[in-house]
């Protein structure tokens, strides 16, 4: 797969239990109010609904394994050339 990813999360899902943040602390936070966001490049807080952030190759495993483990469902992995989400609960 050599095309570009972006993950974002979707707060209204997010049960709080952290566990992307414990898979890819690079990617992942929690905030003040208790929820997972992404973090942009440079480290910034992605607080605005459905942002999103590039998926680097090296923690690609990490996000994909937050995906999987997430129990609220709510973390969207797509293709930025189309939009197509590839790991996900959206994903075929």
Same mark, same amino acid.
């Given at each position: 797969?050599?095309? !570009?990813?972006?993950?974002?999360? #979707?707060? *209204? &899902?997010?049960?709080?239990? %952290? ?16 929820? !997972?966001?992404?973090?942009?490049? #440079?480290? *910034? &807080?992605?607080?605005?609904? %459905? ?42």
């Amino acid at each position: 797969m050599n095309d !570009a990813l972006e993950v974002w999360i #979707d707060q *209204e &899902l997010c049960t709080g239990d %952290g566990i992307c943040v414990q898979y890819a602390p690079e990617v992942f936070e929690l905030d003040i109010d208790g929820l !997972a966001y992404v973090k942009s490049a #440079d480290d *910034e &807080l992605l607080q605005t609904p %459905g942002a999103a952030t590039p998926v680097l190759l090296p923690l690609l495993q990490d996000v994909v394994d937050s995906v999987k483990d997430c129990p609220g469902d709510c973390i969207h992995v797509r293709r930025v050339s189309d939009s197509v989400e590839v790991y996900g609960p959206d994903a075929d």
